[in-house]
């Protein structure tokens, strides 16, 4: 049993992903007192976290990274080591905290469904080999309901004589885009434990370095079972949020309903609030499908077969979602896409990030490609071998159907419809420039930016030292006020020490704020470049951003009948149609003009 009035001062990270290079990151810069080792057993992506092309693109990380890792901090003490060492680092650590991946299982038994704790298991087996003191063992990997207990079975089962351990949940929620935001200003840290003394006391332990920067009222902890429910409870009706957007945008299609309005309405409600209403091609990224899934998986395992349908539901509409987009666009041409060009703009999950994992993007352009059209594709976020990968193409061998463009001008040339899937700046229309006859670039937006930046508080511009929301990002185009409301949960990694501080959150309406606001302030991507490290796709700091999209050449290059389909975050239609294009947007209807 683990003594009360514990203390943690050496930390060891096992997995070097998404969630444990950052989260270690930031544990390390603010708690210099802490040592924190990170292991990983692919030597690559350690070499590369020890470099300054991280395998990991996200706003403002490096700066994170580089202060405890190189000494660059204050105190000027390295705390933050990478490595591959896994036996030393359990044994140098008093708490190891484990972000591996845990996938969708691939086969056997709930296979589809259920998460696969493989790896989780083979680091129990190693940290019980290898102990040769008392541990705690944190959770941060998501995991099915249970999983503590099989981890605390594994550990006390393979354990020399003597050493005890103690396994904590504290599941991690961080969003893609905007992790260094969300790890320095969450919401909640969650930590479940067993209710026994050891329990309690090294959920204390573990509460007392979150502390360290962030308010005690946001730190609960419950039990073992209850925080591992939590985190896929949290998924799931985050993407029920998604889900009911998109079920109610083929109402509004059908209807005289407008959307953005109904979002927006319903979202005023202060009960229901107005985070994860955006209507979109469908969500995706790593997690949603994969948790809402295993939360099915567990309810028919509980043999509560109507409650794994609620659940299943959800990922149903988001599917039908993307099928329905290539219907909407196959059916304005008679339902004959043979050999007809057609661009998708956007191939990441969403915007800032290079992220591809369950991107609509990959199941509209599949769709596309069924129904026998062409399809030209453009991210300059995402590699070339990345989306033939996504799209189960080897590195040439799509047949001329696909074609990765250089540019979004060059990917809509002799196109008869152009779908922009992710909505990035740089496919944003500029009403204003348009209206000018000047050709929309990125620049042009930058002084409205820093301006509306400013008077938020927030720091514009050098993303390496600013960084934006946590939450979705309604980035807005000016144009249609009933459509975006913005998050303004900012914190600014000049001034951490204020950061348990500042992490409030307001809501503001686009008439309180009626300029474009970015994604995270990105730190932008020089592209058309091949990659020169082992990084993950993605914006990288210190790299250029990528022109804006030239929506007036565009409307020559493409051919009759011009059809432009996205969301109107990103398309404003009264421009478009001016400028001669035909479009279409999610959850209205042309026809009604709604
Ligand atoms: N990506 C996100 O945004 C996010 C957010 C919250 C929670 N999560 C959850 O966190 C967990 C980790 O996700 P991720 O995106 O960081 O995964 P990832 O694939 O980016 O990273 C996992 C790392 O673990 C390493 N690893 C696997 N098995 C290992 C072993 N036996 N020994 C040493 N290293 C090993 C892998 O090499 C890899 O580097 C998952 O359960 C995920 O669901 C992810
Ligand atoms: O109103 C919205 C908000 C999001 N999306 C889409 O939903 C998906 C997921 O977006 P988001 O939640 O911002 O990104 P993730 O990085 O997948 O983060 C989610 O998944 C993580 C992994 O578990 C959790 O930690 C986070 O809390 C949770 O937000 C993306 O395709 C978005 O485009 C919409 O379509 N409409």
Known sequence: MIESQRSISHICFIGAGYVGGPTAAVLARECPHVQVTVVDRNAERIKAWKSDVLPVSEPSLLDVVRGPRDGLNAEKRRNLHFTTDLEGSIQAADTIMVAVDTPTKSRGTGAGYSLDIGRLEEVAMSIAQYATSDKIVVEKSTVPVGTGHTISNILMDNSRVGVNFEVLSNPEFLAEGTAICDLLSPDRVLIGSSDTKSGLSAAQALADVYATWVPRSRIITINLFSSELSKLAANAMLAQRVSSANALSLVCEATGANIDQVMHAVGSDSRIGPHMLRSSFGFGGSCFKKDILSLVYLCK???????????????????????????????????????????????????????????????????????????????????????????????????????ICQSGEEACEHTVAVLVATNWDMFRVNPKALMNGVKSSYDDTNGEKEASSKARGVPYGNGSTSCSATGPLYASNGIDSTTEIMTDNCVSINSLENSSESNGSSMETLEDNPTPISTPELDPVRYNEPSTGPRLNGINDGDIPPVSLDWAHVAKAMKYPRIVFGSSRCLDRDVLVSMGFDVELIGRNKRKRN
């Open 301 to 403: 395992s509980l043999h509560l077969d109507d409650v794994a349908s609620y659940w299943q539901s959800i990922s149903d509409i988001n599917e039908t979602q993307k099928s329905r987009a290539v219907s909407r666009i196959v059916s304005r041409f008679n339902n004959s896409m043979g050999g007809k060009k057609v661009a998708v703009l956007g191939f990441a999950f969403k915007e800032g990030t290079g992220d591809t994992r369950e991107s609509c993007s990959i199941d509209l352009v599949k769709g596309l490609l069924h129904e026998g059209a062409l399809v030209n594709i453009y991210d300059p976020y995402v590699d070339k071998s990345q989306i033939l990968k996504d799209l189960g193409f080897g590195e040439e061998s799509s047949g001329g159907s696909v074609k």
